[in-house]
């Protein structure tokens, strides 16, 4: 653990770096990147180029360096962001690479403040910060279920709502051999494809939530054409028009950690309230069927909303899955008809209930914001934003 010395000239020049976050960030993404191009495969070109995500790393070792003295208390951050990583191919040998280049960004901006005992402290800073982050990876490394990216086969493509594409794929790697049938996989989590997009000189890497913790038929995920603001997102126009049945898509093992909470599972006086909007249903139908699986007894409230009727995706699905359900409230918004899934609507959720959200950013923090200010628990809250979790302004 860091001296108290060490601690004390973190802590005194985290301010100073926190209000010139932009600038670190800056330097420190031209430097590396100049340095080693090769990182460009895994860093998300679009968040680069729209300066979006691009201060969650930098900001997340500014703000750990507050902690410095008890970087257990952000364990549950930590793991958040390490499944990611994980899910990445993010690799203990990457750490030194960021590491050298924060240090870099940070001795650029202090300027003449940073003498060598506040460049020592902050690389002994930077050391236990990246400890924690590899501590954690290397736990679920071993735990994951194949290692890397593996090699699966589209056995099934089906276009669900307008613009949603559901694939199966399964295992069809020749390094390693995956039996699904003896693998688990939890409702809520995603996988990570691997794809080499026609429009950009790198890889991009994307991750997709499971549809389904079944694998009888393979393992199975639904990926929106992201065309918002004009512009053709790299990864889902290239899953949507160039990837077919009889193709083989490259898949790191699933990861994250939303998913139901266990021990509701088997009981029936907490209700499961499961919120979603658009192509963020994916999660949240995977947890309906396995909730209705493991106990069709606990009460559900199923709320998701979309553009219209033309837009709602899995709806044969979500209904024969209900159908098998003991205890079930649906309701569905289309808000092209003025219909609303609003903090209004919020008001008449059942308390003490195990909610789980995702949809858009705004939708979520809207969402969010509505269940905390009616007293619903943090710990009750459960949320996955298919992007960034630090983008959220409830985070
Ligand atoms: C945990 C998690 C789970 C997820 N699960 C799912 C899922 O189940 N299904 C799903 O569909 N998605 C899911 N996502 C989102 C998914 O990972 C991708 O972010 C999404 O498919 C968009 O990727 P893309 O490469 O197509 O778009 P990108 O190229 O990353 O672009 C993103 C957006 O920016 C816009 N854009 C691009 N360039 C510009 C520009 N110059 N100016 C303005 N706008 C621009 C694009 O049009 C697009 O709308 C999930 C994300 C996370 C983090
Ligand atoms: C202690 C060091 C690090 C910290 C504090 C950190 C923090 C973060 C945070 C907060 C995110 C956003 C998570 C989210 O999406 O919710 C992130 C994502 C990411 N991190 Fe790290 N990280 C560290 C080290 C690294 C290293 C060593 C690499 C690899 C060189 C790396 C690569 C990435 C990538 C590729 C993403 C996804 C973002 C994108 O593609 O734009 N990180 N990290």
Redesign the pocket.
Known sequence: MASPRTIEIVKSTVPFLEEHGNQITEIFYQNMFSEHPE?LD???ET??KLGR??S??AS??LA?AKHLEKLAVLLPEVT??AH??RA?Q?LPE??P??GKHILGAIKEVLGDAANDDVINAWAEA?DD??GV?IHVEEDMYAKAMWSGFATFKVTDKTITGTDIAAFTVEPADTEQAIDLSTMSLSAGQYITVKTDPEDTAHLALRHYSLCSANTDNGIQFAVRRDNRNGHHGLVSNHLHDHVEVGDTILLSAPAGDFVLTPALIEQNEVPLVLISAGVGVTPVLAMLEAQIQANPARPIIWAYACQNSEYHAFAERVDALLSDAQQVEKHCFYFEEGQLLDETWLKALPKPADVYVCGSMAFMDSMIDGLLALKHGEDTVHYEPF????SLKSA
């Open positions: 990182l895994i860093f998300n968040n680069q995500q691009q969650a790393l997340t070792v750990a958040q962001i990611k990583h990445l993010i990457h750490y690479i960021v930077y910060i990246a982050f992007g960034p979790k630090m």
